[in-house]
């Protein structure tokens, strides 16, 4: 069992900025890509975005593009999520997981291994 550990949510205005950290096992981290999603009230968890095993690919969801940037730093085995210009549609818990190779980038279903999740509340 592959346990990841987000952190880092919180309640922020819109427009304001928040970033989230995802810790995962050293000896799975550093071969898995990695993904973020997140799911709001009432509704079906969608992807927020995506980094390969060595960050130098990434994907993101259109809602996010230009405000939301995922890095990764193996060193430390953590991703981190960092969402700038924040707007009230981006309250909801997110998530991290973990990709297993050939799985659908965009596809909650296809991730091996989750996290717990984070709530990012955002006020308007």
């Known amino acids: 069992q592959v346990r990841l550990a987000e952190s880092g949510g919180g309640s922020v205005q819109a427009g304001g900025s928040l970033r989230l950290s995802c810790a995962a096992p050293?000896?799975?981290?550093?071969?898995?890509?990695m993904g973020w999603f997140r799911q709001a009230p009432g509704q079906e968890r969608e992807f927020v975005a995506h980094?390969?095993?060595?960050?130098?690919?990434?994907d993101y969801a259109e809602s996010v593009k230009g405000r939301f940037t995922i890095s990764r730093d193996n060193a430390k085995n953590t991703v981190y999520l960092q969402m700038n210009s924040l707007k009230s549609e981006g309250t909801a818990v997110y998530y991290c997981?973990?990709?297993?190779?050939?799985?659908?980038?965009?596809?909650?279903?296809?991730?091996?291994?989750w996290g717990q999740g984070t709530q990012v509340t955002v006020s308007s």
């Open positions: 997981a973990s990709r297993p190779v050939g799985a659908s980038v965009m596809v909650a279903s296809t991730y091996d291994y």
């Open positions: 980094s390969s095993f060595d960050g130098t690919s990434t």
């Open positions: 050293r000896r799975h981290f550093s071969s898995s890509s």
